[in-house]
């Protein structure tokens, strides 16, 4: 089972290994600039956020790798203000599909 929080990721035999995967996200959220640090509206709440930790293997089932993602709780969002403004940088697997195909129909090579 994964762990459901920081602390119980630290409390388990795995520890260091979900250490060096808090340690990579947050290196990578630092090195793509995937933040900027603005002033608080007077008024506003921040929404909360949470780590979710997962444990990557491979085809026997065995462990391969221990991923950390830092993620924000959509749920404390209130209706009005920004709550439509939400964005997701993820590719649907359909629009993958959809350009592979283009490329291949076009004889383009990646």
């Known amino acids: 089972m994964e762990p459901q929080s ?6 388990g035999p795995d520890a260091e290994k979900w250490i060096e995967a808090l340690e ?3 290196y ?3 090195r ?7 002033e608080r509206p007077k008024g506003k709440k921040i929404l909360g956020s949470k780590w979710v930790f997962v444990r990557k ?3 026997k089932g065995e462990v391969v790798r221990h991923r950390a993602r830092i ?3 959509g749920c404390q969002q209130e209706y009005g203000g920004n709550f439509w403004e939400t964005y997701a940088p993820v590719v649907s697997h359909e ?3 959809l350009v592979l195909l283009l490329a ?4 383009l090579a990646c």
Not at 6 to 11: L, P, R, T
Not at 32 to 38: C, M, S, T
């Open 71 to 73: 993620t924000i709780k």
């Open 24 to 26: 990579k996200e947050y």
């Open 32 to 38: 793509n600039n995937a933040w900027v640090l603005v």
């Open 104 to 107: 291949l129909h076009y004889g």
């Open 28 to 30: 990578d959220l630092m």
């Open 57 to 59: 293997r491979n085809h």
């Open 6 to 11: 920081v602390d119980e990721a630290m409390q």
């Open 95 to 97: 629009s993958v599909k």
